[in-house]
Each structure stands twice: as structure tokens, then as C-alpha cells.
């Protein structure tokens, strides 16, 4: 059963091996986060708050009865519709005015050429972005917050504007009544001429004819005429107010940028035209079936429910001109649309009116015309003394009326709490922000740990190692030794200082290897997954290892691509070696070189052209026949698993193979391929052997220095690593 080679799944253990190993790169971003985070504290300007609180409240009524009987109706504001009021550039704009603003913000800034660019426009858009307006949840309670890095300016904005919104509230709230007022005060001295003029022609004319008397019959003419022009001036009084308020709100709603829409635009309309015939062919009619019926008659009732559908209709097509008009109404002008369109219905209703009631007092007129002349003349003159009297006696009423109602018209926003200068900023929260810092440098760090892990190809430790290849066996660990250039063999450890910590690792490598399968194998092919991963230093000290042993050793070098078996032992380049045997048959004996007590050499010779061809041949699997007849050990040095086929080739020759792997450099996608050639190819893998190892390497790191050199512990320096 083949071993399992590689998991690409993470474990808890992996992510903890991980961590631990990138430790420091997470302990770094964790300081530097924090680092910039109380740099930030620090040098960022304070942002203060001052808030003043509103109670919204409904519109405060009069309680007579409204001058006209029909009342603009309008619907309590939403909270809502409030705050867009608060913040509308109006408000802001009068803020600005009032506490001079342009000049403050002007005297902050040296640059003479940004003065000059600093417009009104530019301080309406700052001071907005300011303030911030907040319904409290469930209540008619708003709060208006202003943030600044000046105290003293965020208190006197919030208050100002605090007051600036509720005298606009009451601007719009007391607009109706102030109409009505300044209209009726307009009309009483042209009324109260006019009756003085009228009374004195009656006067004058009873005089000069002696008629003094009008006879039952001009005296009911009289009275009916009385009551329709009675009727008929106070719907033209209604109407004309009815106008300037629609005037008055066409102004405000101006004043916002809003689009306006025309009187005109409605009365040409075909349908409301038709509606409003309509109405007096039903007033007529209504009029004369009361002068037969009751009030309660069916006949009656059903004339007055047509009247009802027809104004509701009227009314809803005013409404439908008025929205088609305006495209998006505003929520914060909703309320003043809705009176628009009260405003405009009434008046339609009212002209419908009058023109029903023109209709019935021209019947009497025709009557009139039928009475004798004087008397004919003085019941036209009495009925004009009656009408102005009338008209001059109501007007009266009503001023009281509407002067009442005007002075009872309060804001609809009530003062709860004054804002007060601030003696805290808002921003930055210190310790919020120091907190968020904190959090965010350990994500930060684990992040920068698992990316820095990722981008890191090379396979750093032992652990690491185990997890790419489960089920394979370390047959030895290889601490890094220093390369010394003084010495003739610097990279021959074992023969240079064999009771090291190094040899002895060497050592205890070679007889793992004994170990590794039984019976012991004889003939040991060493390769790795990419070059400069030690192989070749490996191969020169196991087979030193053995020959110290006194087992009679050979050292083979069968990388016929780049060799590096005589450079490794010191030797001269030989140009005599397997190549000569294979290709011209020269004798394995001239191919032998002996470099120490137990120890022989073949090293490749001259370079093929072909080398896979050679080693394929059956000259070599003659020559490994004879050489394991000759030899207890052979180790070979073969090149790299990526480099070429020849590792996969020679190693069927052996007892087995052994993969070297250098901590920090082997490739972690070299190693899982290496594996899976050795596994594809049938090799038998003894084991691994893992070299430059150090105390992050490898926990067996600490083992090989422990006492050593006169029994103190030790660690060596690393200037170089081994190379091949």
C-alpha cells in the first residue's frame, strides 16, 4: 500500500505550526498597526459635538372658527419631513448669515488666493456636512447634533439653527392668517367708502322724488336679490383671499427652488371645466327643488350627493395636474403641495359657485326690470346700501377673527435642551480606536503570517518536511556546519573532524540507513528534488562514514550532467571514469581511483552527449553486477529527480533510494513531485535525509551540540551554509 504523499487540507496543527513559525512577522504588523494607530491619535484633530434637543408638536389652532368656512386643511408633519426642514439650504443659509460665518471660516485660512475662492456656497455645503439631524426612536423628540474641531462653534451653530428652523416654522404656520389680515385690512376703507357713497345716494334720491316706501312686491325682489349678491360677495371674498394664499404659497414654495404651478393651468383644463358646469347645473337645480321640498327630501338629498361627487372629483383632478406637474415632490415641500392643492380646488368650487348663484339672481333682475321706474330705481339703490353694509359688518367680524387666530400661531417645535459647549471631543474615541487598533493588528499579523507563508516556496523546518511526505522515514538530520576555506577538504566533515556534532549526525545517518530494510542494503543511490540541496556532500561523508567503519566502500558519481563527486573530495578532474568503461570498455580497474583506507572512487569521466542511453545500457547493468560482487558499500550520487530520468534509472540498480532535502531551500512543489516520481517509477524510497539543519529547523538541532567542546554547550555560528 502506497504511503500517502501530500495533504493539502490544513489542520489545526499546521495553522498553529504555521504561526508559531511566522511568529515574528505577525509580532511585527501587530506593533507597527498599533504603532500607526497611536500615531494617528495623536496627530488627528479633535472633532467636537454639541447638540440641542426639539419636540415637535402639532400646529396650535385658533379656537373661532376660520374666517372662511373651508380651512386649508394640512396634516401634522412627519418627523421626517422635520428634519429635511432643518437642513434645508434655506435654515443653513440664515445660520451663516446670522453668526457670520463667511468671515470666520475666511479668517482660518492664510492662503490669500483660497480666501478669495472661499464662496457662500462652499460654507453652506461645509456647515451641512456638519450637522446631523436624528429622530429619537418612537417620539415626536428630534436632536440636532454639530460637529467641529471649534467647541465654541458647534454650540452656537446647534442654537442658532435651533431657532432659525423654529422661526420658520412659524413663518410658514402664521402665512395663512397673515394673508387673510393684510387682505381684509386692504378692503374695509375701500368697503366703508363705498357704503358712505351709497347711503348718501339713497338719501339724496328719496329726497328729490319723495319716494320713501317700496310695496310688498319690490320688497320681496329686494330681499331675494339682497341675499344672493349677500352670498355671492362673500364667495368672491373668499376667493380673492383664496388667491393670495395660493400666492403665498407659490412664493415659499419658489423661495425652496421648487417648481410652481399656475392657476391657469388648471381652469383651461378640459375636465375640471366639465366638472365645474357640472356643479351649477346641480346648485341650480338644488335651488329650485328647495323651494318646493324639504331639506331632508330624497329628491334633495340625491341633487346634494351629486354636488359631493362632483367637488371630490374636482378636487382629485387638481391633485392629479398638480403632481404631474412637479415630477419628485420633496418630502420636506410635501406639506406645502398639499395645500396648494387644497387652495386650488377651493377656488375652483368657489367660481363654479358664484357662477350658480349669477344664474339664480339674474331670474329677480329680470323681475326687477318689470317695477315701476322710481320705484325700480330706489330698490336698486337700497339693495347696494344693504350689500356694502353687509359686506362692510362682516369684514369687521372676520379682522377680529384673524388677528385672533394670527396671534394664536405658535411654532411647532419646542426647545427641550440648549446645547452647551463641549468640554470632551467626540472624535477620536481614544481607547474605541486603540481597541480597533489592537484588533485589527492581530488580523493584520495572522494575515500577513498566512501570506507571507503562502509567497515562501521554500520548506523551512522538520515538521514541514513530515507533513509533504507522511509515511516516510527521516533516516538522518544534518545540522549546517561552517565551511572552512583554509582546509584542503572543507566540505568532508566526517574526515575533517569526526567526533563533531556534524559527523556524529553523519554517523548515526549511516547506521539508520543499515536499518532502514532488512537485509541491510549494500548499494545506496543518493539524490534531491532540485540542485545545491546537498546530495553530493551527503554521499562524500556516508561513504567516509562506512569506510571508517572498515567496510570496504565505493563512491560512484553517476551525475553525468553536472559532477561534483572529485570537486567535494579535493581531487584533480579525472578524465577517466564510468563513461570510458561504457562507451571504449576501459577496465574497471583504471577507472578506480582509492582516496582513503576503505574507500574507493569512480567518478564519471568525460561528459556524454546522451547520458540516459548509457545508463540504459546493459554494459552498466554489468558493471553495477561486478562492482557489488567487489564492494560491502556502494553509494552513488545521482543527479537531481527534476533534472533528469537518470535518477529514476540507476536507483533500480540499488537496494534503495534515499532523497536529500535542504531546510530553506528545497522547493515545497519540487519536493511533492519528487515524491510522486519515486512512487510512479516503483523506486523503493528509504527514507529522507535533511541537512542544514538549525534551532528552527529542527527540535534535534539542540541534541548534537549538547556538551560538546570540553563539555560546555554550544552553538556554532552559520557564515556559510554546505554547499555541493
Same mark, same amino acid.
Given at each position: ?400 377673527? @384673524? ?8 411654532? =411647532? *417645535?419646542?426647545? %427641550?435642551?440648549? !446645547? /452647551? #459647549? &463641549? ?75 569526526? @567526533? ?8 548515526? =545517518? *549511516?547506521?539508520? %540507513?543499515?536499518? !532502514? /530494510? #532488512? &537485509? ?205
Amino acid at each position: 500500500m502506497e504511503p500517502e504523499i501530500y495533504e493539502d487540507e490544513l489542520t489545526l496543527e499546521d495553522i498553529m505550526h504555521i504561526f508559531k513559525k511566522r511568529f515574528w512577522w505577525f509580532l511585527l504588523t501587530v506593533i507597527v498597526t498599533v504603532a500607526i494607530t497611536i500615531t494617528y491619535l495623536f496627530l488627528t484633530t479633535p472633532i467636537y459635538e454639541s447638540s440641542v434637543t426639539l419636540k415637535i408638536e402639532s400646529q396650535s389652532q385658533s379656537s373661532i372658527t376660520d374666517l372662511f368656512s373651508s380651512q386649508l386643511s394640512s396634516s401634522r408633519p412627519e418627523i421626517s419631513t422635520e428634519v429635511e426642514l432643518i437642513k434645508s439650504r434655506t435654515n443653513i443659509e440664515k445660520v451663516i448669515d446670522d453668526l457670520g460665518l463667511l468671515d470666520y471660516f475666511k479668517n482660518k485660512i492664510e492662503d490669500e488666493k483660497a480666501k478669495e475662492e472661499l464662496t457662500k456656497y462652499k460654507i453652506i455645503q461645509t456647515v451641512s456636512e456638519m450637522i446631523t439631524v436624528s429622530p429619537v426612536k418612537d417620539t415626536n423628540i428630534v436632536k440636532i447634533s454639530v460637529q467641529s474641531d471649534d467647541p465654541e462653534l458647534a454650540k452656537n451653530i446647534a442654537n442658532k439653527l435651533a431657532e432659525v428652523y423654529n422661526e420658520f416654522l412659524k413663518t410658514l404656520s402664521k402665512n395663512e392668517y397673515t394673508v387673510k389680515r393684510e387682505f381684509i385690512e386692504e378692503q374695509i376703507p375701500k368697503v366703508e367708502s363705498d357704503l358712505k357713497s351709497a347711503e348718501e345716494t339713497v338719501r339724496k334720491f328719496k329726497e328729490k322724488n319723495q319716494v320713501f316706501l317700496l310695496d310688498e312686491e319690490a320688497k320681496n325682489i329686494l330681499q331675494f336679490l339682497l341675499q344672493y349678491d349677500s352670498q355671492i360677495n362673500a364667495y368672491n371674498l373668499q376667493i380673492q383671499e383664496n388667491q393670495a394664499t395660493i400666492k403665498a404659497l407659490n412664493d415659499l414654495i419658489k423661495k425652496v427652488d421648487e417648481k410652481i404651478i399656475s392657476s391657469e393651468t388648471i381652469t383651461t383644463n378640459p375636465i375640471v371645466s366639465n366638472l365645474k358646469s357640472k356643479l351649477i347645473d346641480y346648485r341650480i337645480e338644488l335651488s329650485g327643488l328647495l323651494q318646493t321640498y324639504s331639506e331632508t327630501d330624497p329628491k334633495v338629498l340625491e341633487v346634494k350627493e351629486k354636488i359631493n361627487e362632483a367637488e371630490k372629483l374636482l378636487k382629485d383632478e387638481v391633485s392629479k395636474i398638480v403632481t404631474s406637474q412637479v415630477q419628485t415632490i420633496n418630502p420636506a415641500y410635501q406639506d406645502m403641495y398639499l395645500q396648494l392643492i387644497e387652495a386650488q380646488s377651493k377656488g375652483e368650487i368657489l367660481k363654479s359657485t358664484i357662477e350658480s348663484l349669477t344664474i339664480l339672481r339674474n331670474t329677480y333682475q329680470e323681475k326687477l326690470s318689470k317695477l315701476p321706474l322710481l320705484e325700480q330705481k330706489l330698490l336698486e339703490l337700497e339693495r347696494d346700501v344693504k350689500i356694502k353694509e353687509n359686506l362692510y359688518t362682516l369684514l369687521l367680524e372676520k379682522l377680529e377673527e @384673524t388677528r385672533i387666530a394670527e396671534a394664536g400661531v405658535i411654532g =411647532t *417645535a419646542k426647545l %427641550i435642551d440648549n !446645547a /452647551i #459647549t &463641549p468640554d470632551k471631543p467626540i472624535k477620536p474615541n481614544k481607547k474605541l480606536t486603540a481597541a480597533i487598533g489592537g484588533v485589527l493588528g492581530i488580523f493584520l499579523g495572522i494575515l500577513v503570517a498566512f501570506i507571507i507563508e503562502y509567497m515562501d516556496k521554500s520548506i523551512k523546518d522538520e515538521e514541514e518536511i513530515k507533513r509533504m511526505a507522511k509515511g516516510r522515514t527521516v533516516l538522518g538530520r544534518i545540522p549546517t556546519f561552517e565551511i572552512k576555506k583554509e582546509l584542503e577538504k572543507p566540505e568532508l566533515i566526517v574526515l575533517n573532524s569526526p @567526533t563533531s556534532p556534524i559527523s556524529e549526525s553523519i554517523k548515526l =545517518t *549511516a547506521t539508520n %540507513i543499515n536499518y !532502514a /530494510i #532488512t &537485509p541491510e542494503p549494500k548499494v545506496i543511490a543518493l539524490t534531491s528534488s532540485g540542485p545545491s540541496e546537498g546530495k553530493t556532500v551527503s554521499s562524500a561523508n556516508l561513504a567516509i562514514s562506512y569506510a571508517q567503519n572498515g567496510l570496504k566502500t565505493l563512491l560512484i558519481d553517476i551525475d553525468m550532467r553536472k559532477p561534483r563527486v572529485e570537486k567535494a573530495l579535493g581531487l584533480e578532474r579525472f578524465n577517466v571514469g564510468v563513461v570510458n568503461h561504457i562507451l571504449k570498455d576501459v577496465p574497471i580497474e583504471r577507472i578506480t581511483q582509492n582516496y582513503i583506507e576503505n574507500l574507493d572512487v569512480i567518478p564519471v569521466g568525460p561528459i556524454p552527449p546522451n547520458p540516459t542511453s548509457l545508463l540504459t545500457s546493459k554494459k552498466f547493468k554489468e558493471l553495477m553486477e561486478t562492482l557489488k560482487e567487489r564492494y560491502d558499500k556502494i553509494i552513488i550520487d545521482l543527479p537531481p529527480i527534476l533534472a533528469a530520468a537518470d535518477a529514476l534509472i540507476v536507483s533500480k540498480y540499488s537496494d534503495g533510494l534515499i532523497l536529500v532535502v535542504r531546510a530553506g531551500k528545497t522547493q515545497k512543489h519540487s519536493l511533492k513531485v519528487a515524491l510522486e516520481n519515486i512512487a510512479t517509477s516503483d523506486n523503493n524510497l528509504l527514507g529522507l535525509i535533511i541537512n542544514d539543519i538549525n534551532e528552527k529547523s529542527s527540535n534535534y538541532y539542540y541534541y548534537y551540540y549538547y556538551y560538546y567542546e570540553d563539555g560546555e554547550k554550544k552553538k556554532r555560528k552559520k557564515d556559510k551554509k554546505n554547499k555541493i
